[in-house]
């Protein structure tokens, strides 16, 4: 079986692990600090603030821009639940505006449109591993006067015009497992400005400056140095395994170019992909349909997965949501219908990626 994801810590992780143990400071320390300098030059920001997971690295986000009840954010539909609920966590109202179907992200022209007088914050969600269209979003913010938090889970290391996603606005990224770069359960909050970047490292730490000196109801939202341990040494290889991912984006492409029922994403000018996740749409011309693609993947031992079954507010629980404001997203709706990732992660060989191009092929009927 070739899997959608590994998840594989060196023996460099270990032995900074080890050391943790043994330092006896077990909650954030030395190596969150550690990891929050590092990460933050990657990104190419003057600040990271760790915290425990993505979901919080939202919340604390959407909530040091002072949202009112009322305001809303207006984000994508095709994304992973944590986004809308974040924006729910954070007392806001959540709008949706369509994407596009070449980058799968927010489309700037129904982005526009859905801005309306009580949106505060646009945020934008990097997706696979491709930043949005950041020029004309920030434009929009700009021009409107409106906060930017970017949901870049995905797409550490990505690049728009050479500025790393997550620099523009807030930038949050996650940690989690299967993430390209993970200490398990974890985020990161990345930021330019000094006073933003101030209140968060408060606000993750029940809001206290010093012992017992509260400045605002926080949470905790800590991470650990533990986790702080496993993500360090693999910032250190993750240009490496980037260079990886897209080598096997570059083969898996060229060896299914030619199949008619397949839409293959591509990178688009400007941006840097890194290529989380290779996602293809199964068109009319494939002999299946999404489903049976999956079925016949599945039995020759090739992993894939729907990212994501439906748009995001397509449930039960949020149809009624009195925050929840979904207004139709058809290109989201199709995407949703036909998308399905392979495998594209470093651990993949050449004759790996060659054996998933085969498979895609003869699911198809190529
Ligand atoms: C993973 C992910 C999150 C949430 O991160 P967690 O660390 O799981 O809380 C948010 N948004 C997107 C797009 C993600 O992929």
Not at 11 to 23: D, F, G, W
């Amino acid at each position: 079986m070739i899997p959608i994801s590994v998840v594989k810590l060196d023996e460099a992780a270990e032995q900074l692990a080890v050391e943790v143990i043994r330092s006896g400071v077990l909650a954030q320390g030395p190596m969150v600090a550690r990891l929050e300098r590092e990460f933050a030059a990657l990104v190419g920001v003057e600040h990271a603030v760790a915290v425990n997971n993505g979901t919080t690295a939202l919340v604390a986000a959407l909530e040091v821009l002072d949202l009112q009840p009322g305001d809303e954010v207006v984000t994508s539909p095709f994304t992973f639940v944590a986004t809308l609920n974040a924006i729910i966590e954070a007392g806001a109202t959540a709008r949706f505006a369509d994407i596009r179907e070449d980058d799968f992200c927010l489309d700037p022209a129904a982005l526009s449109a859905a801005i309306g007088p009580r949106t505060r914050v646009v945020l934008p969600v990097h997706l696979y591993g491709q930043a949005a269209d950041m020029a004309a979003i920030t434009a929009l913010t700009r021009e409107h006067g409106l906060g930017l938090v970017e949901d870049t889970a995905q797409s550490l290391g990505a690049t728009v015009d050479g500025r790393g996603a997550g620099s523009f606005g807030l930038g949050t990224f996650s940690l989690y497992a299967t993430k390209n770069l993970t200490t398990g359960e974890g985020g990161m909050i990345t930021t330019d400005d000094d006073l933003l970047a101030d209140r968060l490292r408060i606000l993750r730490n029940q809001g206290m400056r010093q012992r017992y000196q509260y400045e605002v109801a926080g949470h905790n939202y800590r991470l650990t140095d533990l986790q702080a341990a496993l993500g360090i040494p693999q910032l250190a290889g993750y240009a490496d395994n980037v260079a990886r991912r897209r080598d096997n984006a570059a083969r898996l492409t060229a060896g299914l170019a030619d199949v008619p029922g397949l839409r293959l994403p591509a990178e688009l000018p400007g941006r840097r992909h890194v290529w989380h996740q290779y996602t293809v749409l199964v068109t009319d011309a494939a002999e299946v349909d999404r489903d049976g693609v999956i079925a016949r993947l599945t039995e020759q031992g090739v992993g894939c997965g729907i990212y994501y079954p439906r748009t995001v507010y397509d449930y039960d629980c949020y149809r009624d949501h009195p925050r929840v404001v979904a207004d139709p997203a058809p290109v989201a709706e199709r995407v949703a219908r036909s998308c399905v990732s392979i495998p594209v992660h470093q651990h993949l060989t050449d004759s790996d990626v060659d054996r998933v191009v085969e498979a895609v092929r003869k699911a198809v009927g190529a």
